[in-house]
């Protein structure tokens, strides 16, 4: 089992920028993927961005701009910088833990608001 811990969410407006973190209870340096998930009032959970242990990184449709995952594999930390946030972005970020291949491997936080005011 691994316990994935959010934090970092909140209230901010419009253009302003927000630091999500996700802390890892076991070591989280071999093998899986970690990343980031939002889930919007009335719309499915999307990619935000994930990171491999060996540092590949992916990002969702058009989160690249304003967003950017990182991972430190020896904190078993992943964080999510934001910028430039929208009211289209307010939304219940999850930090997921995962390996392909190994369906019983698959972890989610319970998640974190962030919430932007226009």
């Known amino acids: 089992q691994v316990q994935l811990a959010e934090s970092g969410g909140g209230l901010v407006q419009a253009g302003g920028s927000l630091t999500l973190s996700c802390v890892a209870s076991?070591?989280?340096?071999?093998?899986?993927?970690m990343g980031w998930f939002r889930q919007a009032p009335g719309k499915q959970r999307e990619l935000v961005g994930s990171v491999t242990s060996g540092g590949i990184i992916n990002y969702g449709d058009s989160m690249e701009d304003r967003f950017t995952v990182s991972r430190d594999n020896r904190k078993n930390t992943l964080t999510l910088q934001m910028s430039s946030l929208k009211p289209e972005d307010t939304a219940v970020y999850y930090c997921r833990s995962w390996r392909r291949m190994t369906p019983q491997y698959d972890y989610w936080g319970q998640g974190t608001q962030v919430t932007v005011s226009s």
């Open positions: 076991k070591n989280i340096a071999s093998g899986n993927v």
